[in-house]
């Protein structure tokens, strides 16, 4: 069992930044993923961003050159840094974590209990 821990969520105006952190315990030893995901009421949860053990890093097209994932493993932690937040951001954003790499679509995944972001026109 993996527990993710979530903080860093509130409200921002248009333009402005956020950071994300996610805290993982329980059995970390089996991470290998850590990521984000983000959902609006109504529709799919979608990927944010997600990096591996070995520091490969995935981003939705939406977000890329704006938001910026980062793990500091001896921590157990990943970050998610939101800067040029966009009103279309708002969404309660979830920590995940799996035990391999996203693209086998396989492994035990875990996801925390989700943060609010809320971005101001």
């Known amino acids: 069992q993996v527990q993710l821990v979530e903080s860093g969520g509130g409200l921002v105006q248009a333009g402005g930044s956020l950071r994300l952190s996610c805290a993982a315990s329980?059995?970390?030893?089996?991470?290998?993923?850590m990521g984000w995901y983000r959902q609006v009421p109504g529709k799919q949860r979608e990927l944010v961003a997600a990096?591996?053990?070995?520091?490969?890093?995935t981003y939705a097209d939406s977000v890329k050159g704006r938001f910026t994932i980062s793990r500091d493993n001896a921590k157990n932690t990943v970050y998610l840094q939101m800067n040029s937040l966009k009103p279309e951001d708002t969404a309660v954003y979830y920590c995940?974590?799996?035990?391999?790499?996203?693209?086998?679509?396989?492994?035990?995944?875990?996801w925390g209990q989700g943060a609010q972001v809320t971005v101001s026109s």
């Open positions: 329980g059995s970390i030893f089996s991470i290998n993923t």
């Open positions: 995940y974590s799996n035990s391999l790499p996203l693209s086998t679509g396989r492994g035990t995944g875990y």
């Open positions: 990096m591996t053990r070995g520091g490969s890093r």
